[in-house]
């Protein structure tokens, strides 16, 4: 059963999420995926959001470009953990940061990099280990894979 | 009756209004303000900003500093023209200028400058002008006024 | 008979328009359209502007790049509600967007976000819904559609 | 017992705690405060994050200025979730947030906004409110007080 | 007689001319003050700037803060050498700044830094030197003082 | 003979000229072309500089990207008009236009849009026209051809 | 034996060094490379970098991109020179820049432009040259050359 | 006898120094301070620095605001190790920073961050250090201050 929500504003958003996709499927998680606009569909998010407590997820991730109010109007309505997606769509993707780092207070979302749905696929995935002893022991193991990885590519660079 | 709205997401944010409510006087116009935070009171901004259209509004301004998706958020629950007023609190002002203009298609925001409530009201007249020959003469007016005023100093700054 | 009237600062920013021009097309509204330099004829906008108000438009959009004065030159020449369409042509467009935006108190440019010529458009069919009960309807139909369309590609990304 | 760690690269930033330290207040938390710098004490940042899991810590606080490499630093230490907080220093603290938030895939650092320490704690307290039922309500709970806030304060406004 | 005009868009951007009067004491020249908007009082700049090189002007310094339009709505009028002085008024005067420089192709404004009158007016001299031998000498001097200044400050640093 | 000077940072550089090139042509004037960069070629800068007030120029054109230092130097080393030309190099030009335009006092650049060669001529033909009759009536034909060409297009556009 | 250590946060980023390998190659001079990263292998950078000054290095270049802290994490293990080497990833690298250039005090690292692999090898030249008289005797051919290059292409420009 | 030299481009930047003086002061280490400016005293940069090397330096420190030429212009005329010193004028110091750091290729300037004469300081000393075994001694000890310093400040903060 997911116990992460991933909320996209537009489905054109959806290549940004390949990255994320591939860490997930590497940790053998399952997320809850959903398209919806904070400006077109706003009951709907607010229903759907609204519900994922009662539903026992731990965290959503909420993704969108432009003026991203997504993650904070779904920061609105629940008091999970809010991992914010800022996607690059205009001004290299500014514009989508600030619009969601910068929420006023009371209201926080846990914002990662640019384009970065790998991140915040690791972020839900580090909130999620501190309840589940398996995902936080693949947690260690993912850490130490891409240890080894970089340890690998260094290796082949000093060979030459 | 007032035929505008005008909505700020904190009562912190009052002391920008001063110049628009100003402009309001001249043309001897009322609005009605609210306090509401599309992050704190979700529901009340969903249900107040519904019913505006109902009640016979023509415009709602809404300002907000920071992530402001107050204007952006009033936006999506109406299709009554609403202007977005994005106030300086952080990163002198951009943040929450990014945040209100660059809206997604589809659901527009009527964006002025950065601290501009005087902009505001006015934009909001503009539009009330559009169905009140009243309120259009003094619109003429008050841009000859400006006109005036500034030739007026001109005259001074001239005869040093 | 248009309502609308669209300025364009250049002929080379005509297919940032057909976003815009779509959205029309679906409210089978037409609009007028010009090409005309704040700094190349400016007589010629002076001359165009000022005559708008008299033939009875209700709103007039003016799109141009770089240190975009277009929609500010306009704005001062009529009372007409002026929506700003900032053009990306350099600086990922955040020359324009500033040049319209940060008008002096006085005349306010309702400014929409770079290159969202759908988003001037609708802006501008939200003013004339307050003097139009079928451009009004037509609105709500519109928002209901993209709600529709939204929640269309949501059940297709959920069925997977 | 804390389990909420929170680092500040210097002692200088400590009045920007305060707004965060008022929530923990309210929760009735404690959390353990140490100053570490990512760049003076590179040893003892490593120290002492690598053991904030085994002492059951569930989340980590890390604040700094300018080019900011604490959060990071940390987040390359530990798999708890990591909350970064860009503190105002020069630059209007974008170099803090741009240092923050644009992680490199696999460490992922969840940001807050500029000088947001209220913001922090309130993310760390959603994640341990996942594990803690007490604590959930007392977020509920907090949420409604700050809707209420709001509303009170727009009672005020609406009654002049 | 002046030959060099010098516009602002506001009575209060005059404190930000005194480092350009001073110089112009410097060299004993006079200069035509006027307080003219460029969206207030469109029809006076269109009229007092067209009758500038009539009148034997050489160069016009044109001054506004914000979307500061006047430089280029001036160079839209004459012919002449027109110098655009971003004034610090909003966002550091960034937006000024590209308000004026970034002008479209075919009607160019000579931009001096932000808040630099001092600038603006030496730019308006090194043009009037180009016909006036005394001129062109007294700045060869100016020159030579401004070295000088700095080589006694250096002497004087050196000594201690 | 020619009076107007171009030096170029780089013959990288070179096609940002073309258009300034294609303006020149137009009036049928000539330009003294030189690639010599304020940082490798310090002196031969320094000693071209130094002459062209002797040899009659009117007007130097000093083009560079990234920290654009060439135009500031050649502005170091005569009190002709020296106008800078910001060249796109990297982070969209904003380096080269800050490092040109933002001059100390004394030491005026006159600063054209981010790689407006044209601007950047047509600059310097309006302070040649100061002093020449018929380039000045050529720049007003120019002017009105410009006019022409945009009514034109105007025309083209609504005629369908 | 090379006196010049290089560290790239990711094996990705080694296109960027190809114009400084020339600079090196020119020299005659080796570097050693490293693959390593601030936050997926701290250990192997703090391992690495602190054997550097035993090693007899004289100066370590250290580049990453995004929110690039390797840079900073290197200085902090080492009293050698540590010359900052931003890459663009995103954002034009204006992040890469901001996290490397803005240090706390106290531990500085010598940055270099975005993606100038050329100037960060000759920031390491120099330094070398401080001690070694052939390679400073090199630096000075070097200059030459490049002086000489340009002088060259501006008289093939100038020959037309 | 001083191996650093120190270039300021003006006597108002001398505050900015303090915190370097401190530095130097803690190495019982002098420099040489001129105040020179690249665009008001052009020869005398020239002369100065070109015999710089000659004279025995090691590393040349050059601070300067705004449009900051002068580290650029300094590095022209030496092989030395040139470190850029960007001091705040203007635009929060950003244009400064930008015209030290995104030097052209070929003639390096080790940029340090925003006013920090510190770091400047501390990189000259690095580089001093490698030649020196006392000052590397210095260096070792500094850093062990700076680190105890953090701890002990950490120590009061934990002891409340």
């Known amino acids: 059963m997911p116990k992460i929500a991933v909320i996209l504003g537009s ?3 959806l290549p940004v999420l390949e990255k994320g996709t591939k860490v997930l499927d590497t940790f053998s998680l399952e997320y809850e995926l959903r398209i919806l606009s904070a400006h077109r569909t706003p009951a709907a998010v607010t229903e759907y959001v609204s519900e994922l ?3 026992g997820f731990a965290a959503v991730i909420a993704g ?3 003026a991203a109010h997504l993650p904070g109007v779904v920061a609105a309505h629940t008091v999970l953990p ?3 997606l800022p996607i690059r769509a205009s001004l ?3 514009d989508a940061l ?4 910068q929420m006023p207070g009371g209201i ?3 914002t990662v990099g640019i384009n970065a749905s790998d991140n915040a696929v690791l972020l839900a995935i580090a909130i999620l280990a501190l ?3 398996d995902i936080r022991q693949k947690l260690h193991d993912f850490r130490k894979d891409m240890t080894e990885t970089v340890l690998e590519k260094d290796r082949k660079v000093r060979e030459g």
């Open 11 to 13: 489905d054109s958003d």
């Open 53 to 55: 407590e009662g539903r």
């Open 64 to 66: 969108a470009g432009k």
């Open 82 to 84: 809010v991992i914010g």
């Open 92 to 94: 290299d993707g500014l």
């Open 98 to 101: 600030l619009s969601i780092v």
């Open 108 to 110: 926080p979302v846990a």
């Open 131 to 133: 309840q589940d002893e």
